[in-house]
């Protein structure tokens, strides 16, 4: 489980966060939706550490973030896996080298070991075999996706963040990655947090959704009750896509 | 004030790259590819750029030392002078830092806008030292062997030119470049060299490191990293000239 406590963050005097308080639930695929610039990528960065937040606590289970010294949030960051928006595959090595990189950096297993588990991730992810020795850049976007996942879960982690893990994607290979996502959280019981603002993923798998606007927490709820939310904000930003609006009707 | 923040940053940025590994071995790995990279892949511009410079001053010397009163020797002398003091280190430290340097400010800047750099923090890898230490160690490892190569090749290219050309025999070529030798010359390179190599390795990487923007702002930074190197590189120069030679 990860939790936020009134988390503040500036930049250049303009606050982007403005005191969020939150839960991400283990198990459970926790969403963060909102407009561009409402302070959702911002937000994700901050848990992570990526940004130093101004005021505030971000708790890992029972671990303050803040409090900890470079070495611990070192240790701590090898229970984490991320998938960017572009992969942030390393273009210099093959997809399985990507895939095996945390291992070689973390582990003592032996090479039969880490192949094995190299193997077991891309598999996990759908890649072909045929696939492993391409490079990053000879693969497709879609592909490119599943091996930053699968380099993400390489290390068995605890907590997964994912941001825009389907954009730039055709709606059916959204789809493949939003369930490929879900269904990890739920294998390996991470904490999982997405950064998104594809509708998509919101109905298909908002098990637990925060809806943030100008850097405040607007509403949270789950896929369930998104359609149904009477919060004039979220409703604008949901039922602009007119697909939506009928959905709302038709219910 | 920008001035001071760069310097400063460029410090910060140094502390963490000599910071401790987190696996020795991976850091090794790739050091031997930043040599084969860096270093390897710059030998045969190294030997081409030193083989016309050695011929074209061998050509010139001879051309101002025209005079019947000036011993022959001294165009084999002047040439090998001039490699040995002056274009073997510094001039081919600036030539370096244009091919070596945009590579490493490009690399490293690229990596930062495509979030690599970011994923490596996030995994808790010291994004600055694994990326950066293992091309200074590699380039400060190689500039003393392109040095000497380059000597080599410069002074071949003379020993080419100048009988072909007809500006001087081949024996008289051999016995100027031999002549009045100091070997000390050599030495104070080699230490230029090792100075020019860590300006040439970490001065892009800072550019590189610190990128912020796109496609167009990494090209920018290469273009500065390689003009504030070769700045750098001729104040290091007139420095340790005036410190170790006079």
């Known amino acids: 489980m990860i939790e936020v406590k009134k988390i503040h963050k500036s930049f250049d005097g303009s606050e982007v966060l403005k005191g969020i308080t939150t839960r991400f639930e283990k198990g459970k695929t926790n969403l963060i939706i909102g407009r561009s610039g409402s302070g959702k990528t911002v937000l994700l960065k901050s848990i992570l550490g990526l940004y130093e937040i101004d005021n505030g606590e971000i708790w890992y289970d029972d671990r303050n973030f803040c409090n900890l010294k470079e070495k611990d949030r070192k240790k701590l960051r090898q229970e984490i896996g991320m998938v960017f928006q572009g992969g942030a595959l390393f273009d210099s090595i093959s997809v399985e080298e990507n895939v095996r990189f945390p291992l070689d950096m973390f582990t003592s297993m032996t090479n039969v070991e880490k192949q094995k588990r190299v193997d077991f991730c891309l598999d996990h992810v759908n890649i072909e075999k045929k696939a492993f020795k391409l490079n990053p850049s000879e693969i497709s976007g879609g592909m490119q996706k599943r091996v930053a996942i699968a380099r993400a879960i390489s290390l068995n982690p605890k907590y997964l963040f994912c941001d825009e893990p389907n954009s730039g994607l055709d709606p059916e290979t959204a789809t493949v990655i939003d369930k490929l996502i879900q269904s990890l959280t739920r294998e390996f019981q991470m904490t999982t947090i997405i950064n998104t603002h594809d509708m998509n993923s919101v109905i298909e798998i908002g098990e637990s959704i925060l809806f943030i606007s100008k850097g405040e927490k607007e509403w949270i709820g789950s896929k369930d009750e998104v359609l149904d939310s009477k919060n004039k904000k979220l409703n604008d930003f949901i039922f602009a896509n007119k697909l939506y609006a009928q959905m709302r009707e038709e219910k | ?246």
């Open chain 2, 1 to 246: 004030m920008n001035l001071f923040f760069n310097v400063g940053r460029y410090f910060f940025m140094l502390k963490r790259v000599f910071a401790k590994p987190e696996k020795h071995k991976m850091y090794i790995k790739q050091l031997f590819h930043e040599i084969d990279n860096l270093g390897v892949n710059s030998v045969g511009l190294v030997i081409i750029i030193s083989i016309f410079i050695g011929g074209i001053m061998t050509i010139q010397f001879a051309y101002s030392m025209a005079n019947p009163l000036y011993p022959t020797e001294l165009i084999g002398l002047g040439t090998r002078d001039t490699l040995l003091l002056e274009f073997s280190s510094t001039i081919l430290a600036l030539i370096m830092a244009g091919k070596i340097g945009s590579n490493i400010t490009s690399e490293i800047g690229t990596m930062r806008v495509t979030e690599q750099i970011d994923s490596l923090e996030i995994m808790g890898i010291n994004s600055a030292s694994y990326l950066i230490l293992p091309k200074i160690i590699a380039v400060v490892f190689v500039f003393p062997f392109l040095y000497i190569l380059s000597v080599f090749f410069g002074l071949l290219g003379g020993l080419l030119t100048g009988p072909m050309v007809g500006v001087i025999t081949m024996h008289e070529y051999i016995e100027g470049i031999q002549w009045l030798f100091v070997p000390y010359y050599a030495t104070f390179s080699i230490i230029k060299m090792f100075f020019f190599g860590f300006l040439v390795a970490s001065v892009p990487a800072y550019f590189g490191y610190y990128v912020q923007g796109g496609a167009l702002q990494v090209g920018k930074a290469s273009t500065k990293a390689v003009v504030n190197t070769n700045i750098l590189i001729l104040l290091f120069d007139l420095i340790l000239t005036r410190l170790l030679l006079t």
